[in-house]
């Protein structure tokens, strides 16, 4: 299946993600009896004020400051420009390329354009703009060496387009569609749009932006922003609270819209008993979608849970921690990123999606996932039950045997 063959004008065309027919029956574009041709669903954008118009109307930005100061950049240095938008996580995971396009270009000029600009590594990416009406504007009328989009959503895909570079790597719009800017970007095109050919992908999510990027993947690790202070001031209140036990941060959940990932109530509870019994000591961690989740854990187990925080004090915390328990969320990313040892719980996904880097072990249910990429389940017993508590036991002094190492 090549991205020449995808049936854009289809109704059912979903602009970056497997169309219901695909969900429901495996069907591709050159296979399938569910065509319905609809020319509405084009958008052809013929000159740069056409996409930025349309940027603005799909996005409805509200009025925010102007950003009005050129920034003076040496001539020699490559200008780059990144279009990461989210989430949080996905952000994260994309900075191993800053390392690699310092190792092939030297001196490099980084602009990058999110919606989680708290993320972005400020000590390494020059120019960090939140994704808004002045930022868009403002970059709109750059000039670039580089410029790459690793976002199908339609307004990154038009950004690209507009922007003034010498080269384009990932996603542009193009023909009134989402599109290609080079080859190498076709096999994350297509493996996003068809989930049967998705589940038979074996590269990991860092080989295929690499790729994208006409690189190739050597292990270069995640950037994040990190407050070291606030670390350090953590660091002296776990002395007190963990008394020089391995501290095992367990992130019980991912938010509210991926319950099919949660691992069930009473084998968390059951998990921290035992490791308490072992003399770990439990950390109970997430957002405010797991606080009730957590003060609950807390109640049964004694387990410690210090409340909500904000990201960089997030971030703080777990780098305070030695082994990281985690479904597949942000969590994993900031525990890869700061070279924690961890424990992924993964079902609806391709497994070959996650490179940790020699640092961690992903646990599956023995039973498999009827739901790929799904946020609801069929089975009668979800499959995240087959996990047992003793596995995942395993797996953590296994984890704990590597710290000692």
Not at 43 to 68: A, G, H, M, P
Not at 102 to 119: A, L, R
Not at 370 to 377: K, L, P
Request: hydrophobic share 35%; aromatic share 10%; charged share 25%.
């Amino acid at each position: 299946m090549r991205s020449k063959d995808v049936k854009y004008d289809c109704s059912h065309f979903e602009g970056h993600i497997p169309c219901k027919p695909n969900k429901q029956f495996d069907v591709q574009c050159d296979n399938c009896s569910h065509y319905d041709k609809d020319i509405s669903v084009i958008i052809n954008l013929d000159t740069q004020k056409s996409l930025l118009q349309e940027i603005y109307k799909i996005c409805d930005f509200t009025k925010e400051d102007i950003v009005t100061e050129k920034p003076i950049i040496p001539k020699h240095v490559t200008k780059i420009l990144f279009i990461k938008l989210g989430a949080i996580g996905d952000v994260i995971r994309t900075t191993p390329l800053i390392e690699k396009y310092k190792n092939e270009y030297g001196d490099c000029h980084f602009s990058w354009i999110t919606h989680s600009p708290q993320v972005v590594p400020k000590d390494e990416v020059d120019l960090v703009y939140k994704w808004n009406e002045a930022s868009v504007s403002f970059l709109a009328n750059q000039d670039f060496d580089i410029a790459i989009n690793l976002d199908k959503d339609k307004e990154a895909c038009m950004l690209l387009s507009h922007v003034n570079a010498k080269s384009k790597f990932g996603f542009i719009w193009k023909d009134g569609h989402i599109n290609i800017a080079t080859e190498k970007a076709e096999h994350k095109l297509i493996t996003g749009l068809f989930d049967h050919i998705s589940k038979k992908n074996t590269k990991n999510y860092l080989e295929e932006i690499f790729e994208i990027c006409h690189f190739e993947f050597n292990k270069e690790e995640y950037l994040i922003n990190l407050n070291e202070d606030l670390s350090n001031q953590w660091k002296e209140k776990f002395k007190r609270l963990a008394s020089g036990k391995t501290i095992i941060g367990l992130n019980t959940g991912c938010g509210l819209r991926w319950k099919t990932r949660l691992w069930p109530k009473d084998y968390w509870v059951e998990l921290i008993k035992d490791l308490e019994k072992q003399g770990y000591f439990c950390l109970l961690m997430g957002g405010p979608d797991e606080d009730e989740t957590n003060r609950y854990y807390q109640l049964k187990t004694g387990a410690t849970y210090l409340g909500t925080f904000s990201l960089e004090e997030f971030i703080a915390i777990t780098n305070n921690t030695d082994i990281i328990v985690t479904p597949v969320s942000m969590m994993m990313h900031i525990a890869l990123a700061l070279k924690k040892q961890l424990m992924l719980f993964h079902n609806i996904f391709n497994v070959h999606e996650f490179e940790l880097y020699g640092r961690g072990v992903i646990i599956e249910p023995t039973s498999g996932c009827d739901c790929y990429f799904g946020n609801s389940c069929s089975r009668e017993k979800r499959c995240m039950n087959d996990i047992s508590v003793q596995d995942v036991l395993s797996n953590i002094v296994f984890l704990n045997m590597n710290l000692k190492k």
